[in-house]
């Protein structure tokens, strides 16, 4: 039997296609909510002494890092709650201690060994800030003997640097934040750190400069304590989305960060 067209085509206007059909929401599995919200709720550690992921504020921390624990809350269908901390040394140190299942971290190797990662959603520089008048040129010669470099206790900077200087003293600081205030108030040789708010600074602070070039790209990712393979590759897979999607890039303007530090 024969159809007509002008039947037909009323029909076909009804039925969703690949086009304009809205996706459905998948379900995670039941071990994936078991692996990133053990409690019914996403517990996101938030770090605030990266200034490029994370802002704290009267209404309650924002940035990049935010809108993601956002995002993967409501594509996991559970409520999300930040744990605040002052430095990104306090959340590595946490891992595994149950009071957090994702955080937002650099990179390292020695933190691998507790947190599973993600690969990259933001690339960012560390870098050196000395007082004017030092004779430190280049990133090259803060390896020296008699140097004191200033840095954050347990972050990405003193991870690494703990590896790559040999010469050269650090001197730890609390958190990133309170490595800069070292440095200005005990007269030391080199603060290292994030290169953005590092750059904020030498703009109000005549009496310093940034070094040229960087001593390390940072690659922040995501992560959650090991032992969780489920929950590990599920947020593999968001954090690709999300940096397909353009989400990294529109959380990194909404902050007033630069979006080309998203991760490619």
Known sequence: MRIRAAVLLPLLRL??????????????????????????????????GNPVLAQGGADGPAGVSVDLARALAARLGVPVAFVIFPGAGAVSGSAGSGTWDICFLAIDPKRAEGIAFTEPYVLIAGSYLVPAASPIRSPEAVDRDGVRVSVGRGSAYDLFLSRALTRATLVRAPT???????????????????????????????????????????????????GHPAGAAYLADFVARAKRDGLVRRGLEASGQDPDLAAP
């Not at 599995?29 to 692996?35: E, N, R």
């Not at 205030?181 to 590092?198: K, S």
């Not at 400069?209 to 922040?220: D, T």
């Open 15 to 48: 039925l969703p296609t690949a086009a304009h059909a809205e996706p459905r929401p998948m379900t995670p599995d039941p071990t994936v909510l078991h692996d990133l919200a053990p409690t019914g709720t996403l517990r996101a550690a938030i770090n605030l």
């Open 176 to 226: 990133s934040a309170e490595a800069v205030t070292a440095f200005a108030r005990d007269g030391l040789d080199v603060a290292a750190g994030v290169h953005q708010p590092l750059a904020a600074y030498a703009a109000a602070h005549p009496e310093v400069r940034l070094l040229p070039g960087h001593f390390m790209e940072i690659p922040q990712a995501m992560g959650l304590p090991v």
